[in-house]
């Protein structure tokens, strides 16, 4: 099932299909404790640098704790953002780059909090079942203060927002932009340099054709 989300224009919210419910009365913030290696995620970026989101497991456990196998696993290298929306969200994570798959662990049951949807927060995509998420993510645009308590937030952008906002728009865009390697901060990754991160953001060239080859002249 398509596991997406829905520009809150016009009033539309998130997660395909599904009735939208009313927003969530404000609740109290939820201040970040300090960032801790092992809470940091790397995303080296094929728009030219490296995103950097800390993750909350104060709030988000079991979430913070799928990014992180999914990540030393290598499942997010090389996946598209498969879906952007101008001042919105984009969206990746998805194996087969349609908005349809996710891995092959157990969808997660929701850690819903007061963490909001500002630019930059980072959050679960999900069918209209709440419990649905599994590794679909999104980092918001903008702010989108109608999906707080209905998506798992599990970290913020902060630092390399700008490579955020130089991925590519579209669902997907012609030439989709993409993870070209996710880490964990207490694996200690370095960052991949520029010029091989924007060689990544190349359409791949068409294979040689096959077959037979003309006899020389």
């Known amino acids: 099932m398509l596991k997406t989300t829905i520009a809150c224009l016009a009033g539309l919210l998130l997660a395909g299909a599904a009735t939208a419910q009313p927003a969530p009365a404000a609740a109290p913030p939820v201040a970040a404790p300090a960032a801790q290696p092992e809470n940091v995620w790397h995303l080296d970026l094929s728009t030219g640098g490296r995103v950097t989101i800390q ?15 999914l990540t030393r696993r290598g499942f997010y290298d090389g996946l598209v953002f498969h879906r ?7 969206q990746g994570g998805d194996p087969t780059g349609t908005g349809q ?6 969808d997660l049951a929701a850690e819903f909090s007061a963490l909001p949807h500002l630019r930059g ?10 419990n649905s998420a599994n590794s679909q993510f999104y980092i918001m645009l903008a702010p989108g203060f109608a999906l707080d308590g209905q998506y798992t937030v599990f970290g913020r952008v902060i630092a390399g927002m700008a490579f955020v906002d130089a991925i590519a728009h579209g669902t997907p865009a012609p030439n989709p932009s993409r993870v070209v390697r996710a880490s964990i901060g207490a694996d200690n990754v370095p960052p991949l340099p520029a010029e091989q991160l924007r060689a990544a953001a190349q359409p791949p060239q068409a294979p ?6 003309p006899p020389p002249r």
């Open 121 to 130: 927060s980072v959050a679960m995509a999900r069918t209209q079942d709440q």
């Open 55 to 69: 993750l909350r497991p104060d709030v988000a456990p079991n979430h913070v704790e799928r990014i992180r196998t």
């Open 101 to 106: 798959g996710e891995s092959d662990l157990p």
């Open 84 to 90: 952007v929306v101008p001042g919105f969200v984009a």
């Open 208 to 213: 040689a054709p096959q077959g037979l080859l």
